[in-house]
């Protein structure tokens, strides 16, 4: 099963969205300090809470933990 991670949704304060642990999300900064703009792989878009630098480091070690364990559920596959 993916590692989900939970962030706190810096668009409705005080709700948690969860956010699957994908080595192909790619994170930026948002347009508010201390916000981070998540877009998943199956594109969904998520504003959350958090330094885009944190946001980014927890889940990159969060998926490359599941490769390394074996639970991932998606084989690494190249981007080119």
Same mark, same amino acid.
């Given at each position: 099963?993916?590692?989900?991670?939970?962030?706190?949704?810096?668009?409705?304060?005080?709700? #948690?969205?969860?956010?699957?642990?994908?080595?192909?999300? !790619?994170? @930026?900064?948002? =347009?508010?300090?201390?916000?981070?703009?998540? /877009?998943?792989?199956?594109?969904?878009?998520?504003?959350?809470?958090?330094?885009? #630098?944190?946001?980014?480091?927890?889940?990159?070690?969060? !998926?490359? @933990?599941?490769? =390394?364990?074996?639970?991932?559920?998606?084989? /690494?596959?190249?981007?080119?």
């Amino acid at each position: 099963m993916p590692a989900l991670l939970s962030f706190e949704d810096a668009e409705r304060r005080g709700t #948690r969205v969860y956010i699957d642990a994908h080595p192909q999300t !790619s994170i @930026q900064p948002g =347009e508010v300090p201390n916000t981070s703009i998540v /877009n998943s792989p199956d594109g969904k878009r998520f504003v959350v809470v958090g330094d885009y #630098r944190d946001v980014q480091l927890k889940i990159q070690a969060a !998926s490359a @933990q599941g490769h =390394e364990s074996g639970e991932a559920p998606r084989k /690494n596959t190249s981007i080119s």
